[in-house]
């Protein structure tokens, strides 16, 4: 298809009126203005864009613009420190490889050319209306992100199912967060964490599952630094990982055998009798049934499951009994793998049976990833409703309709897909176009390969992201140029539920618009804008959801604006009306949940083997995770960088025993081959005492590391499992 020559119906139709709103206006749509509410010479506080910790930076602005930063030290979170990604925020704004007006494909053999965003919006309406019509509304779908902001994540959501007619959209929290979702949902009844980062400091002893916190989020390491109590910090990670090593107690289990591990503490707590009765009785449900599925889980089963010896999983239990203020942590390493709903839950259960919930220094904790995860989780109308309610509920459907002033009937009552069930109907042609939005799977998904050679059967790619540059952008038919963290005003919603600001302190570079503008744009275009009035501004949009969140659990309603959070240095959710205003807010202090009778549901699960154990012709299991503090997923941002590349290594390697090193004759710092059954790649060799023998670990931040992985999924979460699959290792070229 051409790009359409301004005299055509379309272009007429709608192109014209917002090309001239774009001229007349340029300041609503984010072009060439100057940050907005700033003396030109000036600090302001805002949250960090990258991971879920949510820490505090204050940017100091120059005429106008962003120059430096600092971390800010009166932010509750933070405390005045910042990992080297916070120092280099600005960084990534101004890459030479920003994205500055709309690319399109006119042909699949041509090269992506500018064009203007009428014509962009003409391609954009133009595509997916045609597909809709020809082929209904589950023909196209979106991927977003946990990466912007709460108020663009709820108007995509609004947008693409209440007035594009679509159904099907998921982000990339579900290879983050999902299982974490789902395993609170049917265990507390609502997606809570219900920690307070204070926690970490309140503990008397801290259990680490799957967490490398030291890498994932350093200043929550720090965090544990200040606790004053002299606590044991119990690691569970097959590697010595940097948290490990600073344990008291490192638990180096067989690579996926942590679901018996906990379960074996169940049982072995229940046997000596450490057991919060006062608290399962008045508070839970399914204790019982509990302890019948898990008094199998001897320590005798537990010690072959996880190669642990029995004096270390004794010390484990004598630790948890000994506890005063027992808090449990875990992060990808449990929310990645192919049991991952039943491992959190049973996390979930060591904190019901000991009482260790709704004090300080306790709680089931899940740390989330991305710095916006939890806006995700909340308010992205993917697969919940907006607000955490169900789709299929009609009192929750019509709450939102009576909300948004919308037809009931635009809510259609159907679940969407999740992105592996998306990207298989790619795959068998149903879907046929796909709307990416600040997210990178042709790098990021699962088995890579076969993902990109799945999305080149698409009829119609748009990705909308900060760079042109990103694998996934350059399949695309249709590149929107978006404005970057800093360049846009909104909110995230860090791991402790605390909702922190962004502002607009740098100009977006040529006619890049923030993610929010673009889906105003797209709503004019399509023909909708009318059921968006309303949703005019981020703040503005902030209102709405204040009114979705009323009476839920998540409810926000207290807030009163933008300005009220920044003073307050961000406010942790829920913030009913009349509220007090305090630092620190956790959840679950009078021991009632948000199921309907009020009480913490015991769930569990008989664990299965593996989906790809090793074998004879792929001796060595793969774990894959972050690589450094200074490194970012997909690299997209931090390799943009010249300090943060400077603190991390430049290419991709792979760390494997000196045993195993040895044993195949290969030598660390050559290159080898490393083979799944997906793939082949080349990488660095190093030999590291930090894996077991038969294990290896690669980088989750390199492009090869994803054409290993295996496409298998938690069945409750459907989030994929990236920790476990089967890997051969040769000598470079001898395949
Ligand atoms: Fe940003 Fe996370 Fe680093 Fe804090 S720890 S500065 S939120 S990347």
Not at 183 to 195: E, K, L, V
Not at 689 to 705: L, R
Request: net charge neutral; glycine share 8%; proline share 6%.
């Amino acid at each position: 298809m051409l790009i359409p020559s301004p005299k055509s119906s379309w272009f007429r139709q709608w192109s014209g009126p917002l090309t001239q709103e774009l001229i007349q206006r340029p300041g609503e749509f984010g072009l060439g203005t100057v940050p907005e509410n700033l003396v030109p010479d000036a600090t302001t506080t805002m949250v960090c864009g990258y991971c879920s910790t949510g820490c505090g930076l204050n940017v100091h602005l120059r005429n106008g613009a962003a120059v430096n930063l600092s971390a800010a030290s009166a932010y509750p979170v933070n405390l005045g420190m910042a990992c080297p990604k916070g120092w280099e925020a600005l960084a990534p704004l101004a890459a030479n490889d920003r994205l500055t007006m709309p690319l399109y494909r006119a042909a699949s053999s041509e090269p992506l050319a500018p064009i203007s965003w009428g014509g962009a919006m003409d391609q954009f309406c133009g595509r997916f209306k045609e597909l809709l019509r020809k082929h209904g509304p589950e023909s196209i779908a979106f991927l977003s992100t946990g990466q912007i902001c709460t108020e663009e994540m709820a108007f995509l959501g609004a947008l693409f199912k209440f007035g594009m007619g679509g159904i099907h959209c998921d982000s990339n929290t579900r290879q983050c967060m999902a299982t974490s979702h789902v395993a609170y949902r049917q265990s507390f009844g609502f997606d809570a964490p219900p920690y307070t980062y204070e926690d970490f400091e309140q503990s008397d002893v801290l259990v680490f599952i799957g967490s490398n916190l030291c890498i994932a989020h350093p200043i929550l390491w720090q965090r544990v630094l200040r606790n004053r109590h002299r606590p044991e910090i119990i690691v569970i990670d097959p590697r010595a990982t940097e948290t490990a090593m600073n344990a008291t107690l490192h638990l180096p289990i067989a690579p996926k055998s942590d679901l018996v591990l906990l379960y074996g503490l169940a049982w072995a707590l229940i046997k000596r009798g450490a057991i919060d009765w006062a608290f399962v009785e008045a508070h839970t449900t399914g204790f019982t049934d509990f302890i019948a599925a898990v008094e199998s889980y001897t320590e005798e089963v537990v010690c072959l499951a996880t190669g642990l010896p029995l004096a270390s999983f004794g010390r484990f239990v004598d630790a948890i009994i000994k506890g005063q203020r027992v808090s449990f942590w875990w992060t990808m390493g449990v929310n990645q793998g192919h049991q991952a709903t039943r491992t959190a839950q049973a996390i979930i259960n060591l904190a019901l049976m000991t009482g260790n919930m709704g004090r300080p220094g306790t709680g089931a904790n899940s740390i989330t990833g991305q710095c916006n995860a939890m806006g995700s989780r909340l308010f992205a109308n993917a697969t919940s409703l907006l607000g955490g309610r169900d789709v299929l509920n009609p009192e929750h459907r019509a709450e939102v309709a009576g909300i948004l002033g919308i037809p009931q009937d635009r809510i259609v009552p159907q679940k969407s897909l999740a992105y592996d069930e998306i990207v298989a109907r790619i795959r068998d042609g149903r879907i046929k176009g796909l709307w990416v939005i600040g997210t990178n799977p042709s790098h990021s998904w699962i088995q890579q390969r076969d993902l990109n050679e799945t999305l080149s059967r698409l009829e119609f790619l748009v990705v909308q992201d900060m760079y042109g540059s990103t694998e996934t952008a350059r399949q695309a038919h249709l590149v929107l140029p978006a404005a970057g963290w800093g360049e846009k005003d909104g909110t995230l919603i860090n791991s402790e539920r605390r909702i922190g600001l962004v502002k607009k302190v740098a100009r977006a570079p040529g006619q890049a618009l923030s993610d929010f503008q673009i889906f105003r744009l797209v709503a004019a275009a399509w023909g909708c804008g009318p059921m968006f009035e309303r949703w005019n501004s981020p703040e503005a949009t902030f209102q709405i959801l204040k009114q979705l969140s009323a009476g839920r659990p998540c409810d926000i309603s207290g807030i009163a604006d933008y300005r009220m959070l920044d003073e307050a240095g961000g406010i942790q959710w829920p913030f009913r009306k009349g509220d007090p205003l305090i630092t620190e807010r956790r959840l679950f202090e009078n021991g009632r949940f948000f199921t309907p009778d009020g009480r913490a549901v015991f769930l569990s699960e008989t664990p299965v083997p593996v989906p790809e154990p090793a074998d004879e012709q792929f001796p060595f299991v793969l774990l894959t995770g972050r690589g450094s503090s200074s490194q970012w997923h997909t690299l997209t941002r931090t390799n943009k960088s010249e300090v943060l590349k400077k603190l991390a290594p430049s290419e991709n390697y792979i760390e494997m025993s000196p045993q195993d090193v040895a044993r195949l004759g290969l030598t660390p710092g050559r290159k080898v081959s490393v083979v799944s059954r997906r793939a082949t790649v080349d990488v660095v060799l190093r030999a590291s005492t930090s894996v077991k023998p038969g294990e290896c670990f690669m980088p989750m931040h390199f492009v090869e590391t994803n054409q290993l992985t295996l496409s298998a999924v938690d069945p409750h979460s459907r989030q994929p499992s990236y920790k476990h699959c089967a890997i051969a290792v040769t000598r470079h070229g001898v395949l």
